[in-house]
């Protein structure tokens, strides 16, 4: 019984960490897609400087 839970638990840590690793990656690339179209419509942005929806 101990065993099958352990299991379980393992295969849940993974999924939850791959799960937030993915949405890291999205709002990364949000933020990158943001500073470029920012940057083309003039905005006029700071290097170096992050923007988050």
């Known amino acids: 019984m101990t065993e099958r ?3 379980w ?3 849940l840590a993974v999924i939850t960490a791959v ?3 993915i949405v890291l ?3 990364a690339n949000v933020t990158i ?3 470029l ?3 083309v ?3 006029g942005i700071e290097d170096g400087e992050s923007v988050w929806l």
Do not use: Y
């Open 5 to 7: 839970r352990l299991k």
């Open 33 to 35: 897609e943001v500073r």
């Open 25 to 27: 990656l999205m709002g």
């Open 9 to 11: 638990a393992k295969r």
């Open 19 to 21: 799960g937030m690793f």
């Open 41 to 43: 419509i003039g905005e």
């Open 37 to 39: 179209s920012r940057r």
